[in-house]
C-alpha cells in the first residue's frame, strides 16, 4: 500500500520562472493538502482540494495555484518564481475526520 | 502572538531520561490536537493525536487542556531513535482532515548515549 508520493524529489529553478509540483495521495484517500516549510520553521498550510475543487486556502499569494484529478492526484504550480519560494513542498492526504499523512516533500531551490 | 506556540529547543537528554514538551494555542475554536515527528530533511509523521482524557501510546503520553489551551508531549525512557523535532499541531475540524492544520516551530529534541 503505496503511501503519499512526491515528485520530483529535488527541483531548482531561477526567479521568475514557473514550477509544477505533483503529489499521488495514498491509496483511499480523497483530500489532498499542500504546505511550504522554510527552514526551521513549521509547515504553513497552502490549500486543500477535495472532489477536484479548492476547498480551503491558506495566507498564500495567487502564484501559487493548485489542481486536483479525477484519480485524487494534484498539482501545485508556483508562478514568478522569489527566491522567498525556496522551501520543502510537502503533501499530505487524508479521508473526512482521519488525520493527514505526509509525502516526502519536494525540495525546491531558487537561484 | 502565534497560533501554535511550543517550547524553544533544542533539548538534549541522556538515554532512559524522561522528557516533556510543552505547547499552547490560540484559537479555542481547535477541534483536532496531534503530534507530529519530523526526522531532519524528512516529511512530518504523524506520532500521536491528542484527546481530552489524555491518551498514552507506550513510552508516549499526550495531554489537553481545553481550558488552558495547552498540550503536552511526554516521553519516557528515551531512546537514541526518539532523536528528531517535535511539531505541535492544532486543526480546527475534527479528525485533523480539514484544510488548515497549524504547526509550531517544533522543539528539537536530542537523545544522547
Known amino acids: 500500500d503505496a503511501g503519499v508520493t512526491q515528485s520530483p524529489t529535488h527541483l531548482i529553478k531561477t526567479r521568475g520562472q514557473q514550477v509544477t509540483l505533483r503529489c499521488s495521495p495514498k491509496s483511499g484517500h480523497d483530500t489532498v493538502s499542500w504546505y511550504q516549510q522554510a527552514l526551521g520553521q513549521g509547515p504553513q498550510f497552502i490549500f486543500q482540494?477535495?472532489?477536484?475543487?479548492?476547498?480551503q486556502r491558506g495566507n498564500f499569494p495567487d502564484r501559487f495555484s493548485g489542481h486536483q484529478f479525477p484519480n485524487y492526484s494534484s498539482e501545485l504550480n508556483v508562478n514568478a518564481l522569489l527566491l522567498g519560494d525556496s522551501a520543502l513542498y510537502l503533501c499530505?492526504?487524508?479521508?473526512?475526520?482521519?488525520?493527514?499523512?505526509f509525502g516526502d516533500g519536494t525540495r525546491l531551490s531558487i537561484l | 502572538r502565534k497560533e501554535v506556540e511550543q517550547d524553544p529547543g533544542p533539548f538534549n537528554v541522556p538515554e532512559g531520561a524522561t522528557v516533556a514538551f510543552n505547547c499552547t494555542y490560540s484559537n479555542s475554536a481547535s477541534q483536532s490536537f496531534f503530534w507530529y515527528r519530523q526526522d531532519c530533511r524528512k516529511e512530518p509523521k504523524l506520532l500521536m493525536s491528542?484527546?481530552?482524557s489524555g491518551n498514552e501510546d507506550g513510552r508516549f503520553t499526550a495531554q489537553l487542556n481545553r481550558a488552558s489551551q495547552y498540550i503536552s508531549l511526554l516521553i519516557r525512557d528515551s531512546k537514541l531513535s526518539d532523536s528528531a523535532t517535535y511539531l505541535c499541531v492544532v486543526n480546527y475540524g475534527s479528525g485533523g482532515s480539514q484544510g488548515n492544520l497549524i504547526f509550531g516551530k517544533g522543539t528539537k529534541l536530542s537523545v544522547k548515549p
Open positions: 482540494y477535495y472532489e477536484e475543487e479548492e476547498r
Open positions: 491528542v484527546y481530552s
Open positions: 499530505a492526504s487524508s479521508l473526512v475526520n482521519q488525520p493527514q499523512h
